[in-house]
């Protein structure tokens, strides 16, 4: 008897093993860790917040090492060049290794986050929306408006000067 070899399996080339030549755009976006979700990826090129090599690209546009890819992530605008292709999610140091962020983009990301440190948006303090009925009282208290159970409205009924 002679041995038996398994005439299907056959050791990748070189090629094979480093990985595609080409990968579309949504899935590297996805490895890469930009986004959370293939989908949301696809969904957020379909807006036009992803370019290639300075056009404007859709979820299925093949993406090759050496191209420049320019996505948002809400208000922050990012510049990468891919370096690799992985059709795996990995972890995100491995992840960090399939881009290179361009020097101009992580001086204009440094520069956003030193202005939103200094100049705090408003609306980012606000923690649960609206007050209620009995906040709005509290905040009358505070402020000196409510007198023993006067209601601040009530002390003047009328818009003419007395």
Known sequence: MTPHRASHHTDPSPSER????????DKWLWAARFYKTRA????????????VNGQVAKPARDLKPGDTVE???GAIGR????????????????????YEETPE???QRTAIAEQQ????????????????????????????????GASGWGERWS????
């Open 18 to 25: 480093a990985g595609p030549d080409t990968m579309r755009l």
């Open 40 to 51: 949301l990826a696809a969904e957020e090129i379909g807006k036009g917040r992803a370019r």
């Open 71 to 73: 996505l948002r992530q």
């Open 79 to 98: 510049t990468v060049r891919v370096r690799a292709l992985s059709a795996q999610r990995g972890p995100a140091p491995v992840a960090a290794l399939l």
């Open 105 to 107: 983009s992580i001086a």
């Open 117 to 148: 440190r200094l100049a705090v948006e408003p609306a980012l303090s606000l923690t649960q929306g609206r007050p209620t009925k009995r906040d709005r009282r509290q905040i009358e208290l505070e402020r000196g408006g409510l007198q023993s």
């Open 159 to 162: 818009a003419s000067l007395d």
